[in-house]
């Protein structure tokens, strides 16, 4: 913490913006991610959640703790077996088989592979089919809650000490992330609420051949336990195996995108934790999802702004993007729109998966160093976890298919679901209403403007201006005043108690005279902001295979 406000202020407290290289934040980052490891589950969960807010942190962090992955040596099986056989009873009544070792460790929790008696009335439901089944078990860790309600009370003790350290918009985006964070976690653990999430989403795509989700087995879980059906597959970013099998890695990018499309903007109900390590592919190119902890929902306003947004994408309409993110609460009114076009073109060309000129990309961060000084992103809790989602889901599609087109693919789900021809009738409908209102306004403009002419021509009319004064310079101009009238009044001072022979005085009052011309210096010095190079996940890709 101390690292990361030294970094943004030259002085801890007080001076102005310091501009850091790329360098010292990779290197800031790097202790940064040592230490969450020592810390333990809790803190692992939040540098995943941390690698997904470039709100938050600078690029070079972001690059480094997206390589944290959820991966802690898995618990002795003589606690873990204690948890199941607390909620379940004895392990030899409940499984025909049980592999100790197990096939998936998590900071949560850890997932092991048994095998069931489906003859039962209740499993038979519940699998689909009669006879022994494989299952998957997850059992959370022994002792996690103890220690994430410690881990979580430090993060609550440290929080308020963070925020002194960084700006408005970043102490926004911090304090959402916390609370976000608390909710996240606590959710995780709750095996009956991931239980319920996952039936939920599974219906939703019950019909779809193109998608396999697992089937809660009730009868063997509970809020410490969640038993599923076992599906094996290949995993999705296992790209040489998934060729080796003739996979169609394009159309599998493209069923996993528009999946996650349904989910946010049609269902309302997401997996929210896509990293390779939840998805695989099975033998006949059906995508796999694992792992319901982390999920969420998004209320019916989002997601019409999300499709507002998605449409103004689809048809390069710029004006129509920064309105969406300011009406959703992701992009700050003030924030200057003529810059912020430009990114956004940026960041189509290379959604579109075309090359980005990188004298453009140097134009832009110099003009967001001259004009932006608060960063103008930042995001509402109802987000959070979206954003997560599209993050690791343009991760794994590129990786998948490094020319895939994610807006290609949004344009056509937008389509077939009628989404855009509902905004283009909503449009003729706006455009008929403004058309009406015009009319009516034309009949009232004629007898105002002659009243007006009646009063110019009494000498009766008044002109109010108001200046808008967006760059501060009343205030700039108003301190520069007072600094030039203290100074002047503490060399007068000083010159008059030297006179006075009174030396003490005088050396007081030369001191005051010298922090004041110190302090009307600096009112004419230009800000600095901090050097930042804008981050784009298919150009990384590129560099770091022509690197290898």
């Known amino acids: 913490m101390l690292a990361f406000a030294r970094d943004r202020r030259r002085f801890l407290l007080f001076g102005r913006p310091r501009r850091v290289d790329p360098e010292t934040h990779r290197r800031r980052a790097e202790l940064l ?37 959820d991966d802690v040596p898995p618990a002795a099986w003589p606690g873990a077996k204690a948890v199941l056989e607390e909620e379940l009873g004895p392990l030899e009544n409940r499984f025909e088989e049980f592999d100790t070792e197990p096939i998936s460790g998590a900071s949560l929790g850890q997932v092991y592979r048994a095998r069931i008696d489906a003859e039962t009335e209740a499993i038979r439901a519940d699998t689909g089919r009669a006879g022994g089944h494989d299952v998957a078990v997850k059992i959370r860790r022994p ?32 304090e959402n992330l916390a609370d976000e964070f608390s909710k996240t976690i606590r959710e995780e653990m709750d095996y009956e609420r991931e239980a319920e999430m996952l039936t939920e989403i599974k219906s939703n795509f019950a ?80 995508i796999v999802f694992y792992d319901f902890g982390m999920s969420g929902r998004v209320d019916s306003f989002v ?79 109802n987000l959070a976890l979206v954003l997560r989602v599209a993050t690791v889901v343009e991760g794994v599609c590129v990786t998948l298919d490094e020319d895939f087109d994610f807006i290609s693919t949004a344009t056509g789900f937008l389509t077939e679901q009628g989404y855009r021809e509902e905004t283009v009738r909503q449009y003729v409908d706006e455009t008929g209403k403004q058309l009406r209102r015009t009319g009516e306004s ?10 007006a002419l009646d009063r ?14 967006k760059e501060n310079v009343f205030d700039k101009l108003a301190k520069r005043l007072v600094y030039g009238m203290l100074l ?28 004041v011309l110190i302090q009307l210096y600096r009112s004419f010095r230009s800000p600095k902001s901090i050097g930042a190079k804008p981050q784009f996940t298919r150009q990384n890709l590129r560099q770091r295979r022509g690197e290898e």
């Not at 599998?252 to 998805?279: C, K, T």
């Not at 034309?442 to 009243?451: Q, S």
């Not at 110019?456 to 004064?469: A, H, M, Q, S």
């Open 207 to 286: 019909g779809d051949d193109r998608f396999r989700i697992p089937t809660v087995i009730e009868s063997h879980s509970g809020p410490r336990v969640l038993t599923m059906e076992y599906i094996e597959g290949t995993k999705i970013n296992d790209v040489e195996e998934l060729e080796r099998r003739g996979i169609d890695r394009t159309e599998i990018a493209e069923n996993l995108e528009r999946s996650y499309l349904q989910m946010i903007i049609e269902d309302g109900v997401f997996h929210a934790d896509p990293h390779p390590g939840n998805l695989a592919v099975t033998d006949d190119g059906k």
């Open 442 to 451: 034309l009949t009232r403009i004629a007898p105002k403007a002659e009243r």
């Open 456 to 469: 110019l021509d009494r000498d009766d009319l008044y002109v109010r201006i108001g200046l808008e004064d």
């Open 303 to 381: 997601q019409d702004k999300i499709v507002d947004f998605y449409i103004a994408v689809a048809n390069q309409d710029i004006d129509g993007i920064l309105d969406a993110l300011v009406e959703i609460g992701t992009l700050s009114p003030d924030a200057d729109r003529g810059v912020m076009a430009e990114v956004m073109e940026i960041a189509i060309q290379d959604a579109r998966g075309e090359d980005i000129e990188q004298y453009r990309v140097n134009q832009i961060v110099g003009q967001i160093e001259d004009s932006i000084y608060e960063f103008p992103l930042r995001l509402p809790k």
């Open 143 to 174: 002792g996690i809650e103890d220690l994430v309600r410690a881990d979580l009370r430090v993060i609550k003790w440290s929080l308020p000490i963070l925020l002194y350290f960084v700006d408005e918009a970043r102490s926004f985006s911090l």
């Open 488 to 515: 002047t009044m503490s060399l007068f001072s000083t010159g008059v108690l030297y006179a006075l022979e009174a030396p003490r005085g005088s050396i007081v009052a030369a001191v005051v005279a010298v922090i």
């Open 33 to 69: 991610l040592e230490s969450l490891l020592t810390l333990g589950p809790t803190f692992i969960k939040l540098g995943q959640l941390l690698s997904t807010r470039p709100d938050v942190l600078p690029p070079a962090y972001i690059e480094v703790l997206s390589s944290l992955q």
